[in-house]
């Protein structure tokens, strides 16, 4: 009986009142501010989380699952690969030589690596080395360059382009640097502007033979894997104590916080949206008890408990608050659909590693979304009711 007295009232103050209109429009702002800033705080974390995700991506392809690399005074050779690939199956691998190198065309110079590869292996590492060699094969003294690299220089496949190694040849009592010419085969597209620059790949053999590097040695092993944040502490304890091991977040640790800080921060900016759309709750609350007090000193001489009072406004304020989360849901999840369904914002793939938006909204978002803009409506509800359970019936039925 007292939850249909309290269903009763809300209903009733949730009309339309020709003699205070404020009080509905007032609430119907509060509807709409909720609404908004549940739809843009819902796409805009998707867009974040995209985003990020894509990053990870891209950078988990151009600096690898995991490395193993010599420490100063180890060294990585065919014996300690074999090892790995006898011990762990279920993973690719594949050995590289690199070099930091200066590459050159006419008068552009760029600064970078060369890596020596086995295409063979490397493919099954990287899927942009993949998708870019497909049909082809890579002889000695042939490179694979980024897509950056060949707008910059305008060269395309065929051409030659010089490499000035770092490492110097001693002739007679002067030295001279390093310098190789390496033709153009394939050229491939990370979308990544820094690594399209930096990294080029040629054949395995014609990097042992540039540095003298013996057949059996390596700089390190690049390696595959889909769950690299386990299978590295499986890795390190098989290796012996002249190498290490590293995965392709260690490289990346202060680009991947920065990311975190300003998703945080978008996220409580953006739910400074639904706290100011609160106010007009608090605002409508307060002018309908304002209003009411009438009818509300009348429930309560009638033998309503303040506490049925208290709920009454309370629920009022909770059912304009839920009504404006559940439409900025809607709104945001046909949103986040549309935005990534068709191809509405596209993207300049020099800048950013896709053309389309990339968009991904997790549950642990979308629940922090809905219930952080839940507390926020009940917190706004609570004092508008609080105060209309505190209504002194004497004072007001006498005035009345």
């Known amino acids: 009986m007292k939850s249909a007295i309290v ?3 809300v209903k009733r103050f949730l009309r339309f009142d020709k003699e205070q209109p404020f009080i509905f429009l007032s609430a119907l702002l509060a509807y709409l501010g909720i609404t908004l800033g549940v739809m843009v705080l819902i796409i805009a974390m998707a867009l974040m989380n995209g985003f990020d995700n894509e990053f990870k991506k891209k950078l988990t392809i151009m600096n690898y699952p995991l490395t193993v690399i010599p420490k100063f005074y180890g060294a990585v050779d065919k014996n300690l690969l074999e090892d790995l690939r006898s011990q762990f199956p279920e993973l690719a691998f594949s050995p590289y030589v690199v070099s930091s190198v200066i590459s050159r065309k006419k008068d552009s110079l760029e600064g970078g690596y060369i890596f020596g590869v086995d295409f063979k292996e ?25 897509k950056s690299l060949k707008e910059e220089f305008d060269v395309t496949p065929g051409e030659k382009i010089m490499y000035i190694f770092t490492r110097v040849n001693p002739t007679g009592l002067s030295v001279t640097p390093l310098i190789k010419r ?31 590097m013996p057949r059996s040695q390596y700089s390190g092993i690049h390696i595959f894997s889909k769950q690299p944040q386990k299978d590295i502490q499986k890795i390190a304890l098989f290796l012996p104590d002249t190498v290490t091991i590293k995965g392709w977040w260690q490289d990346n640790t202060n680009f991947f916080a920065a990311l975190k800080m300003e998703k945080t921060s978008l996220f409580i900016v953006l739910m400074l949206i639904i706290l100011i759309a609160s106010i007009n709750i608090i605002s409508s609350l307060l002018m309908t008890v304002m209003n009411r007090r009438s009818e509300i000193a009348l429930l309560l001489s009638l033998g309503t408990t303040k506490q049925e009072v208290k709920q009454v406004f309370l629920k009022l304020g909770i059912v304009i608050g839920a009504a404006g989360i559940v439409s900025g849901a809607l709104l945001g999840l046909f949103g986040v659909w549309l935005l990534g369904t068709f191809d ?33 409506v009940i917190l706004s509800s609570y004092y508008p009711a609080k105060k209309a359970s505190e209504v002194d019936v004497l004072t007001v039925l006498r005035n009345e």
């Open 7 to 9: 269903n009763y009232l």
């Open 182 to 212: 390496f033709r153009v085969r394939s050229v491939f597209d990370s979308g990544l502007l820094a690594y399209d620059k930096a990294y080029s790949y040629t054949t395995l053999e014609s990097m042992q033979r540039i540095l003298s």
């Open 344 to 376: 509405i914002v596209h993207l300049p793939k020099d800048v950013y590693p896709t053309t389309t938006l990339p968009l991904d909204l997790s549950i642990v978002d979308f629940s922090l979304i809905i219930l952080g803009a839940f507390v926020i």
């Open 122 to 146: 490397e493919i099954k590492v990287n899927a942009v080395l993949a998708k870019a060699l497909k049909g082809k094969e890579i002889k000695r003294f042939e490179v694979v360059i980024g």
